[in-house]
């Protein structure tokens, strides 16, 4: 299953109880992902945001009034491909998809696509925002998934979320 549709399948379903694989530890200035393949860190979500388990990602947050962001990374087996063939492989499976714009942004010193659509699972209809990026031998995707209602109220708070990555070694020490 893609980064999206997990995403929006999480959206679809109850949140449960943490977590991933990995450890995520928060402080200050965000929180700090880690697990044997990767270290990053991301920038700050509020309160309204509930870290809950999803399978095959990293990072899956649902916010109390709906909506959620998730993070993912992928280091073994990774080739290399252009960051607009990664994010087309991310949206298969999504069904009526309308793009409404992508654009090259910078992310930790390295070039992302960042790209914004609507789109339907099931026949439900959902609001997407996807950050594709690649680092030192891995990808890294970042996503907001939320309704039509309540994806503008949700997308400050991602920013914040992805431009607060950082690519950490991965024995590095915890958060701030």
């Known amino acids: 299953m893609t980064l999206a549709l997990r995403a929006t399948v999480g959206l679809l379903l109850l949140a449960i109880p943490c977590c991933a694989g990995g450890h995520f530890e928060t402080g200050a200035e965000g929180g700090v992902y880690r697990d044997g393949q990767t270290a990053y860190r991301v920038g700050p979500l509020d309160r309204s945001w509930h870290r809950f388990g999803l399978s095959g990602g990293d990072l899956a947050f649902r916010d109390d009034s709906g909506g959620s962001i998730l993070a993912n990374a992928f ?23 309308q793009e409404h714009g992508r654009e090259i942004v910078t992310l930790d010193g390295r070039a992302a696509l960042r790209t914004r659509l609507s789109a339907a699972v099931d026949g439900v209809p959902v609001e997407l925002e996807l950050v594709v990026t690649k680092k030192d031998g891995c990808t890294y995707d970042f996503e907001l998934a939320a309704g039509e209602r309540t994806f503008a109220d949700r997308e400050a708070a991602f920013w914040r979320f992805v431009q607060g990555f950082r690519q950490l070694p991965r024995n590095s020490p915890g958060v701030d």
């Not at 960051?83 to 492989?89: I, K, R, W």
């Open 75 to 97: 280091c073994e087996g990774i080739k290399d491909v252009p960051l607009d063939v990664l994010t087309n492989q991310a949206l298969m499976g999504l069904e009526q998809k």
